[in-house]
């Protein structure tokens, strides 16, 4: 069980991780594209992503609500969240309705909810970007080319980067079925 709870931990952060350097790097060469100057671009791209993770957090939020998983208690639901992102919980537990209207911990399927999420979090991206932009550079054309550009550019990558890990993760999954059922 401890190495089971280590090795989703383990990759947990590695998804993070490898989200933050792709965030980064894109940031920076959008900046640089828009700027030509590599002081701007380093700034913005080590300055949007902190207050980026911030209101992803917040939009991810938004969206377990918005997904109908009402609130059981805080430390039921932290629970529940926790063991659901770490896999510790089953997959058939993660999709179970627990007694109640909606409360699933299943992650958007359809492609209209997984459409609207990564629209709601281009538009998200948009104004943190312009804002953190101006911030630094103090010219709105800048701070509105770099909020259309990154945040547009961001939204591909974040799709794909939240792509590739739902396969990772499912090919895991299947072969800790195949494990389990041999």
Do not use: C
């Amino acid at each position: 069980m401890v190495r089971l709870f280590i090795n989703t931990a383990r990759r947990l952060a590695l998804k993070i991780a490898s989200y933050g350097v792709m965030h980064l790097v894109v940031a920076v060469l959008v900046a640089f594209a828009v700027t030509r100057d590599w002081r701007v671009a380093l700034a913005v791209g080590l300055v949007e992503p902190f207050f980026q993770t911030i209101a992803y957090s917040i939009h991810d939020r938004v969206w377990h609500r918005i997904e109908h998983r009402r609130m059981l208690s805080g430390l039921e639901e932290a629970s529940e969240a926790f063991t659901a992102r770490l896999q510790i919980m089953a997959p058939e537990e993660q999709t179970r309705a627990h007694g109640h209207a909606g409360h699933s911990h299943a992650l958007p399927r359809s492609l209209k909810q997984v459409a609207a999420k990564s629209v709601t979090y281009g538009l998200m991206h948009f104004v943190v970007a312009v804002t953190v932009a101006f911030a630094l550079t103090r010219d709105w054309r800048v701070s509105l080319a770099i909020g259309l550009i990154e945040p547009l550019v961001q939204t591909v990558f974040f799709t794909v980067h939240d792509r590739i890990w739902s396969r990772i993760e499912a090919k895991k999954a299947a072969r800790a079925a195949d494990m389990a059922s041999a």
